[in-house]
Structures are given as C-alpha cells and as structure tokens.
C-alpha cells in the first residue's frame, strides 16, 4: 500500500507541474513517460531539474523521501517509436546504473 500511495503522489507531483500540453503515462512497475510535444532536449532537461528536485523535496512519510532519475529522448521523424522509446530508455537505464537521481540524454 505504501509503493501505492508513494507512486500515485509521484504521479500528482509530475502533473502538477508539466504544461497543459504535455501528457504523462505510468509505463512499468515505477516507471513513467513523459510526451512534451514541440519541446528540444534542451528544454526538456531544466524540465527535468525542476521536477527532480520537487520529487526530492517532497515529504512522502514513508519513506521521506525519493529519488528520481530522467532519460530524455527526441523524437525524430524518421524513427520509430520504438526506437525513440529505446534511446530513453538506454538513457534512463545509464542514470540507474551510474548512481540513480540523475538526467541522462541520448
């Protein structure tokens, strides 16, 4: 019950503060997407700095509090989905691997 609640407030946390525009997906276990349409990797990443440290200075009881980690991917037209979904999840998976609470791109 605890991961529940921690993975629902993480969702709020998340919505609570991307655009109107931009979407996010709960994808895996304690994994999430997020689209943000007509956004470059350069913007996306301080969009990734302000919504780790909202994460990390929340107080979610039990634990206190949690770490998150962020692989930016653009999407470019002439790939596939899967392929984008693949080059942020090589980038999430390097963050997770090289200390966790990170951004990675790629």
Do not use: W
Request: hydrophobic fraction near 35%; glycine fraction near 6%; charged fraction near 25%.
């Amino acid at each position: 019950m605890a991961g529940d609640h921690i993975l629902s407030t993480f969702a709020s946390l998340i919505k609570e503060n991307i655009r109107s525009t931009d979407m996010a997906f709960r994808y895996g276990g304690e994994e999430f997407v997020l689209l943000l349409p007509n956004t470059t990797v350069q913007d996306a990443k301080p969009l990734a700095r302000k919504l780790r440290t909202v994460v990390n200075g929340y107080n979610f009881e039990n634990p206190k509090s949690i770490t998150c980690s962020f692989g930016i991917s653009q999407y470019k037209p002439t790939e596939t989905k899967e392929s984008f979904f693949k080059k942020a999840d090589d980038a999430l998976y390097f963050v997770k691997n090289n200390g966790r609470n990170n951004i990675a791109i790629k």
